[in-house]
């Protein structure tokens, strides 16, 4: 028996789901003084740029009083977890400030250690399951027409000569080739 849409709705009902589980991995991890007056919204959105990840999760926080910030993900909703939320989500600090309806960057800009260096082999995510090869040329990428403080922490030179950035340091968009010899740490700095 053939019933259309079913699997759509299927689909719809998981990624519901998934949302509400990330609505709920957040709410856990709030300061009990904003916990009451937080509202978590979790949404994809797709990326059109090819450079990016195909689609990203984005959190948003609102607080009654009035403020708001925003955090994201570059991951799908299904591929989320609590470990992910943890390590992405914004400190005590900064959440006080958007309760109170104050700027406040998230995340920070100052460079954190990256899992590569110049000259690494490595695997990028081109689509929903797709990886192409390439090799790491540059840190902390930025295009002029980014926001103030935007980073990606990879521009990577792909096997098929096209220039890509990395728009996170995690495994799900990019990780070492394991068929590559990599090279040493002196051959990395020789650049």
């Given at each position: 028996m053939f019933?259309p849409g079913?699997n759509?709705?299927?689909?719809?009902?998981?990624k519901q789901?998934?949302f509400?589980?990330?609505?709920?991995w957040?709410e856990?991890?709030?300061?009990?003084?904003?916990?009451s007056?937080?509202?978590v919204s979790?949404q994809?959105i797709?990326c059109g740029?090819?450079?990016c990840?195909?689609?990203?999760?984005a959190?948003?926080?609102i607080?009654?009083s009035?403020?708001q910030?925003?955090?994201?993900?570059?991951m799908e909703a299904k591929?989320v977890?609590?470990?992910?939320i943890q390590?992405?989500?914004p400190?005590?600090?900064?959440?006080?400030k958007?309760?109170?309806?104050?700027?406040?960057?998230?995340?920070p800009?100052e460079?954190?250690e990256?899992?590569?260096a110049i000259?690494s082999f490595?695997l990028?995510?081109?689509?929903?399951?797709?990886?192409?090869?390439?090799q790491?040329?540059?840190?902390?990428?930025?295009?002029?027409n980014?926001?103030n403080?935007s980073y990606?922490?990879?521009?990577?030179k792909?096997?098929?000569?096209?220039?890509i950035?990395?728009?996170a340091?995690?495994?799900?968009?990019i990780?070492l080739?394991p068929?590559?010899?990599?090279?040493?740490?002196?051959q990395?700095q020789?650049g």
């Amino acid at each position: 028996m053939f019933l259309p849409g079913r699997n759509a709705d299927q689909e719809k009902q998981q990624k519901q789901k998934n949302f509400k589980n990330i609505e709920k991995w957040c709410e856990a991890l709030l300061p009990e003084n904003v916990k009451s007056e937080c509202t978590v919204s979790v949404q994809e959105i797709q990326c059109g740029d090819p450079n990016c990840a195909p689609i990203d999760t984005a959190i948003s926080l609102i607080f009654q009083s009035g403020g708001q910030g925003l955090f994201g993900l570059p991951m799908e909703a299904k591929d989320v977890t609590p470990e992910e939320i943890q390590e992405n989500f914004p400190t005590a600090d900064v959440l006080e400030k958007w309760y109170r309806g104050e700027e406040a960057e998230w995340p920070p800009h100052e460079p954190i250690e990256l899992r590569f260096a110049i000259g690494s082999f490595v695997l990028c995510r081109v689509g929903p399951t797709d990886w192409a090869a390439g090799q790491v040329h540059q840190l902390w990428y930025r295009e002029p027409n980014w926001p103030n403080g935007s980073y990606a922490p990879y521009k990577v030179k792909l096997e098929d000569g096209r220039d890509i950035y990395a728009p996170a340091d995690m495994d799900q968009v990019i990780r070492l080739d394991p068929n590559k010899e990599q090279p040493t740490p002196q051959q990395q700095q020789q650049g």
